[in-house]
């Protein structure tokens, strides 16, 4: 049964740091690209990252993550991280980790692509 499990979110001041760490199981991570996504209230879920089994190519959507958060992978532990740094209120959401129906990332991100989620963290950023 594959399986995605997150954790590392939290409550942090605006401009700290956190962690994201998407544990797998059920499934290799040789075989899946993996995204995190985030939602917050009253909005669409977007995808935020994704990084590629096939070659490790990582893709950042939203512009205003990008030098700020960072994704990666450690196949030993069959885990996935998202290190989010400076980071700002805007950024609050309940992050997902998803894998996706290949073992590759698009240029492009959709939802619908990704076929295993798991149940979401909590990240608020707030003074």
């Known amino acids: 049964q594959l399986q995605l499990v997150e954790s590392g979110g939290g409550l942090v001041q605006p401009g700290g740091s956190l962690r994201l760490s998407c544990a797998v199981s059920?499934?290799?991570?040789?075989?899946?690209?993996i995204g995190w996504f985030r939602q917050a209230p009253g909005k669409e879920r977007e995808g935020v990252s994704c990084i590629s089994s096939s070659d490790g190519r990582t893709y950042y959507y939203v512009d205003s993550v990008k030098g700020r958060f960072a994704i990666s992978r450690d196949s030993a532990k069959n885990t996935v991280y998202l290190q989010m740094n400076s980071l700002e209120p805007e950024d609050t959401a309940v992050y997902y980790c998803?894998?996706?129906?290949?073992?590759?990332?698009?240029?492009?991100?959709?939802?619908?692509?990704?076929?295993?989620w798991g149940q979401g963290t909590q990240v608020t950023v707030s003074s």
């Open positions: 059920g499934f290799t991570l040789d075989y899946y690209a």
């Open positions: 998803a894998a996706r129906n290949w073992d590759y990332c698009s240029a492009y991100v959709y939802v619908k692509d990704y076929a295993y």
